[in-house]
């Protein structure tokens, strides 16, 4: 496809969004367009010939085969409206510390707790595209404790606890900070931490870590490997605490957001789904435009495969849970709306009809 141009392929503000979204038609339209964008391309047989059928779907000239435009994606069978789908990704992408569940619920009327949350767990599902960038360069690497509770959906707060995540972060002199890159290890053994760095740091890279042997033999997997210690620093007079800026500043960074927007209600078995939506979002917060990091979510949603709730529902461990809260069923509303007509005039109107008799 030529050059992405904003204005033209995806929407520069909020105004732009809401203009070119007004119908769950236009979003699906949109989904369309995204998906095949040389034209319809078969799932089944890779044919690129078909024709749209009256009920919105395609039909392969060759194999027959029918499908949706939403078929195979995320939003597949979704009896979310794509108006709503479409302004939780914006929500997701342009919001600078995102959405949480109960906000998404209450700004876009949809009935359940449950159905906001799993559409956002759907949306972070997505972020890892596979074989993405190592970061490179000069890399600080170190492991903290981040998470906590998540209340809501097992009745009553589930019990989470702090779990040990690694977390990496490019280091831009002389004192930016590039790309970061977290994931959730089951402890500080070199067990752990190599797979780590070699999965999410490409060799070459220098490498910058504390003296924890859990990093021993890094420069044998083919890093320049730094090794700071705390005792040489306070022997520096230094700040013992400040070996690592780069990471404890993204790491101070996350647990805020996990604090601020998600009160800290994150379940220990979500935190890896939390953790990618926050390094999505910090990698991008310097895109030119949050429009294209809209179109880049809706790309990642539209090639990934659908997303089951069952499969977003982890139980790690099995409690003696309190019967589940009443749910309200139903599925949102549509974003479409006709207009109102100035319901603020009509009121002032009204009142000010004489009376008759
Ligand atoms: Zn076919």
Same mark, same amino acid.
């Given at each position: 496809?030529?050059?992405?141009?904003?204005?033209?392929?995806?929407? =520069?503000?909020?105004?732009?969004?809401?203009?070119?979204?007004?119908?769950?038609?236009?979003?699906?339209?949109?989904?369309?367009?995204?998906?095949?964008?040389?034209?319809?391309?078969?799932?089944?047989?890779?044919?690129?010939?078909?024709?749209?059928?009256?009920?919105?779907?395609?039909?392969?000239?060759?194999?027959?085969?029918?499908?949706?435009?939403?078929?195979?994606?995320?939003?597949? #069978?979704?009896?979310?409206?794509?108006?709503?789908?479409?302004?939780?990704?914006?929500?997701?992408? %342009?919001? !600078?510390?995102?959405?949480? &569940?109960?906000?998404?619920?209450?700004?876009?009327?949809?009935?359940?707790?449950? %159905?906001?949350?799993?559409?956002?767990?759907?949306?972070?599902?997505?972020? $890892?595209?596979?074989?993405?960038?190592?970061?490179?360069? %000069?890399?600080?690497?170190?492991?903290?404790?981040?998470?906590?509770?998540?209340?809501?959906?097992?009745?009553?707060?589930?019990?989470? !606890? !702090?779990?040990?995540?690694?977390? &990496?972060?490019?280091?831009?002199?002389?004192?930016?900070?590039?790309?970061? =890159?977290?994931?959730?290890? &089951?402890?500080?053994?070199?067990?752990?931490?190599?797979?780590?760095?070699?999965?999410?740091?490409?060799?070459?890279?220098?490498?910058?870590?504390?003296?924890?042997? /859990?990093? @021993? /033999?890094?420069?044998?997997?083919?890093? $320049? +490997?730094?090794?700071?210690?705390?005792?040489?620093? =306070?022997?520096?007079?230094?700040?013992?605490?400040?070996?690592?800026?780069?990471?404890?500043?993204?790491?101070?960074?996350?647990?805020?957001?996990?604090?601020?927007?998600?009160?800290?209600?994150?379940?220990?078995? @979500?935190?890896?789904?939390?953790?990618?939506?926050?390094?999505?979002?910090?990698? #991008?917060?310097?895109?030119?435009?949050?429009?294209?990091?809209?179109?880049?979510?809706?790309?990642?949603?539209?090639?990934?495969?659908?997303?089951?709730?069952?499969?977003?529902?982890?139980?790690?461990?099995?409690?003696?849970?309190?019967?589940?809260?009443?749910?309200?069923?139903? +599925?949102?509303?549509?974003?479409?709306?006709?207009?109102?007509?100035?319901?603020?005039?009509?009121?002032?109107?009204?009142?000010?009809?004489?009376?008759?008799?």
């Amino acid at each position: 496809m030529e050059q992405l141009r904003a204005g033209v392929h995806y929407p =520069r503000s909020t105004g732009e969004f809401q203009a070119w979204f007004g119908t769950d038609e236009d979003c699906l339209d949109y989904l369309e367009w995204l998906r095949w964008p040389g034209g319809f391309t078969c799932q089944r047989c890779g044919h690129g010939m078909g024709w749209r059928l009256g009920d919105g779907r395609f039909e392969c000239a060759r194999c027959r085969s029918r499908a949706s435009v939403t078929a195979g994606t995320i939003f597949d #069978r979704t009896r979310t409206p794509l108006t709503v789908w479409f302004t939780a990704c914006w929500l997701f992408a %342009t919001a !600078k510390d995102g959405i949480s &569940a109960l906000g998404l619920q209450r700004a876009l009327e949809i009935g359940s707790y449950q %159905t906001a949350w799993a559409m956002l767990g759907r949306l972070r599902s997505v972020l $890892v595209r596979p074989g993405r960038d190592r970061l490179s360069g %000069t890399v600080e690497v170190d492991e903290t404790y981040i998470g906590g509770d998540e209340p809501g959906l097992s009745g009553g707060r589930a019990r989470g !606890k !702090k779990v040990l995540t690694a977390i &990496a972060v490019e280091v831009r002199e002389p004192r930016g900070i590039g790309r970061c =890159r977290m994931a959730v290890v &089951a402890d500080g053994s070199s067990a752990s931490l190599h797979p780590f760095v070699t999965g999410h740091v490409r060799p070459g890279a220098t490498v910058i870590t504390d003296a924890w042997m /859990g990093y @021993h /033999g890094l420069a044998g997997l083919g890093y $320049v +490997h730094q090794r700071r210690s705390q005792r040489a620093a =306070r022997a520096r007079g230094e700040d013992p605490g400040e070996l690592l800026p780069a990471v404890h500043r993204v790491a101070s960074l996350a647990k805020r957001w996990l604090l601020g927007t998600h009160q800290g209600s994150v379940d220990e078995a @979500h935190l890896p789904g939390y953790l990618n939506e926050f390094a999505f979002r910090f990698n #991008r917060r310097r895109s030119a435009s949050r429009g294209l990091v809209f179109y880049r979510l809706l790309e990642l949603a539209a090639g990934h495969d659908p997303v089951r709730y069952h499969d977003l529902i982890v139980r790690p461990r099995s409690r003696a849970a309190p019967s589940a809260p009443p749910t309200i069923r139903g +599925h949102p509303p549509s974003l479409e709306r006709p207009g109102a007509n100035r319901p603020w005039r009509a009121a002032e109107m009204q009142l000010s009809l004489p009376y008759s008799g």
